[in-house]
């Protein structure tokens, strides 16, 4: 029988529960992992993994499967004891020095879907060579594990709380006595995920007014995608409409990204939420530092640190590329288009709840609605309409077609003429107005993205329609 292949793409390996994601292949990839980590020790580590799970279907067994892989090649684990969000786990993976984690979740993918993502010993998503290292490791060695129980009574294995510890430190990270006299009235839009009651644990007590929408554990999540995007918004929409609130924050599958819409049920684009943010942390926090952005990101950042003397630097998509700037030091805020935001002083990873905990501070602070904060933005810097486009495209016709964008750019878009093109991450085509246009297939998935901006919804509307004309040939 040929073994399944298993390749990591933007964030960890994603596969069709039963289908190619199975106990059998999750040891294949728990194995690899650990005879990476003894392979490759890192000064000051632990032998220590930390596993945590979502609340996708059968994800607890699948982490109990690759906890006891862990254990059963020696190395002390501890092993969630309920669905968690991904950063816990970044967060845990740092705070007790451990040698990496593994988190089972597949984010923002269908129901179908199930996925391990790898953590490095930094807190972050594994880089790209660490991922190629487990990769080659695959089934050079024989599957080792030891049995839950056998595993606890050799105290080899524990079962523990990874969010209380992450609770505390997000809360410093803020001014939460702030935040917690406010008397915001807000609403959390977890999508069924597994954010769910983190923002009505940690405000308990407080003046604020937590209303929390699908809190339940539903592995088919509504039957939506666990996306933060206005399309999975409808019935959050209808809520709001009849119970205005301040702000909706809304988490994907995991937590560790961040979408939202204005207190009347109005989406709000992640890079409005970004623009915001970069606003307060660098006005209103006085904070300082590189700028880090994923280069789908909106042309608003490169205005806003052109105009306060910040240095910004443009990477691939993916956090990790993002998570390899903030290692090198002095980065305030990082960020990408799906609404993953880093910030200074935490972990190198994206963290959807502190995101939301740095919006309530913002509101908080200012004291004015998030419409008006957003004409504010507008007003400085210029009107910016995004939308992003996903459609099915065969993967074994992706490199043609990148060939072609890249070797054959458009002369103009709409009206002004293209002056760059950047194609090491898809290819972003750039108009001399600040439009532009980007092809970019998915990592995880058979599928291409299509990226747009203007100053107008009809010109990019018009940019979405050229770029479907690339994809036709």
């Given amino acids: ?34 005879s990476f980590y003894r392979d490759c020790p890192v000064a000051g580590r632990q032998n220590l993994v930390i596993v945590g799970y979502d609340r996708r ?42 040698i990496g984690g593994v988190m089972i979740t597949a984010s923002h993918n269908p129901a179908a879907f199930n996925g391990y993502k790898l953590k490095a010993h930094t807190g972050g998503p ?79 007590g407080t003046t604020c007014r937590v209303k929390t929408l699908h809190a339940e554990h539903d592995p088919n ?28 924050l809304v988490t994907d599958g995991d937590a560790d990204r961040i979408g939202g819409l204005d207190g009347r049920g109005n989406p709000l684009t992640t890079h409005q939420i970004i623009c915001m943010l970069l606003r307060h ?20 950042v490169d205005k806003m640190c052109a105009a306060w ?30 609404g993953g935001i880093g910030f200074k002083g935490h972990i190198p990873e994206r963290d959807g709840v502190l995101a939301g905990l740095m919006l309530l501070e913002m509101l908080a602070t200012e ?13 400085e810097f210029g009107p910016h309409h995004y939308e992003r486009l996903d459609v099915h495209y065969p993967l074994e016709q992706r490199a043609a077609l990148m060939a072609r964008c890249k070797n054959q750019p458009p002369d103009k878009l709409g009206r002004s003429p293209v002056t760059e093109v950047k194609s090491f991450d898809g290819v972003k085509f750039i108009a001399r107005d600040g439009s532009w246009l980007m092809l970019r297939g998915s990592g995880t998935e058979p599928v291409l993205r299509l990226y747009a901006e203007a100053p107008t919804p009809q010109a990019v509307t018009s940019l979405l329609a050229l770029a479907q004309r690339f994809c036709r040939g």
């Avoid at 969000?85 to 007790?96: D, G, L, N, Q, R």
């Avoid at 050079?140 to 209380?164: F, G, H, T, Y």
């Fill in 1 to 34: 029988m040929i073994a399944t292949p298993i390749r990591f793409g933007t964030d960890g390996w994603r596969a069709v529960i039963g289908e190619d994601f199975t106990f059998d292949n999750v040891q294949r990839v728990a194995q690899a992992t650990a």
């Fill in 57 to 98: 279907f059968l994800s607890d067994q699948f982490a109990q499967t690759a906890a006891e892989v862990f254990a059963g090649n020696g190395f002390d684990v501890r092993l969630a004891d309920s669905p968690v969000p991904t950063p816990a786990v970044s967060h845990a993976v740092h705070a007790h020095r451990a």
């Fill in 126 to 204: 594994a880089d790209p060579a660490i991922c190629k290292e487990v990769e080659q490791r695959l089934d050079a060695a024989p599957v080792q594990s030891l049995p839950l129980a056998a595993a606890l009574r050799a105290r080899r294995l524990r079962i523990c709380d990874l969010k209380s510890g992450w609770f505390r430190d997000i809360k410093r990270l803020v001014d939460f006595p702030l935040i917690a006299r406010s008397r915001l009235r807000f609403v959390h839009e977890p999508l069924f995920g597994v954010g769910a009651g983190c923002f009505d644990e940690l405000l308990q």
């Fill in 221 to 248: 999540f509504g039957g939506l995608c666990p996306e933060p995007i206005a399309r999975n918004y409808g019935p959050t929409i209808k809520h709001l409409r009849a119970h205005p609130a301040d702000l909706c």
């Fill in 281 to 300: 942390c660098v006005v209103n926090r006085q904070g300082r530092g590189r700028i880090v952005k994923a280069l789908t990101t909106t042309s608003m």
């Fill in 309 to 338: 003397g910040l240095p910004l630097t443009e990477t691939g998509v993916g956090f990790k590329f993002i998570c390899a700037e903030m290692l090198k030091g002095d980065v305030l805020l990082g960020f990408e288009e799906s």
């Fill in 367 to 379: 004291k004015l609605s998030v419409p008006v904060l957003l004409r504010r933005l507008e007003k």
